[in-house]
């Protein structure tokens, strides 16, 4: 449910002519992903799931997306992008360098882990990894700034985004495959598509949104 999209479930479409077999394969997938670490080890999940829960706020009334699961998985395949930044190391090598400096950091303000720190800490050294003002000794030649813009903020954003949860929260249909959309102007919706609610009109989206597939 959203406030948002109320009443709109994308997981109603699964039998629907919005996806296909392929479609429901992926989707079950990111639905299953294991809830434990197979790349990382447990002070670095730590570290990670608290690192998530900064980038993504998460409303606590819908079910989280296990947001590090997602990122320990990308690690756990080596699923890297086909590109990077060339003074960023390889995917595994710059997050566990990045998840050991953050530490570092922590330790050194705090003489605790990131994990540890308290909310506003946390929000506190990650600004300056994101201003590239963080300078222990453990990023070597890793940048902050570099690890959290090109790989932080992808990686995390990018698994939030790909999970029918915030698929809920945006109206997203899905995967277009193999219907497609037809209704390409602005302001406008395919029957299959999820209803805004309006101020006022709250229930009337709702209605519109039970009925999508």
Known sequence: MSARYPGYDVLAKRYSPSWNEKTRRVIDER???RREPRFLTEPEWRTLEALCSRVVSQRPAHPPVPLAAFVDAKLFADARDGYRDARLPPLREAWRRGLAALDAEARQRANVDFHALDAAEQDALLRAAQDGTLAHAAWGDLSPKLFFSKRVLPDIV??????????????FGGPASPRGYVRMDFDRRDPWEAAEAKPDHEAEAAKINARVG
Not at 163 to 171: K, R
């Open 31 to 33: 639905l299953a992903v």
């Open 158 to 171: 990018s698994a939030y985004y790909g999970h029918p949860t915030a698929w809920n929260e945006i109206g």
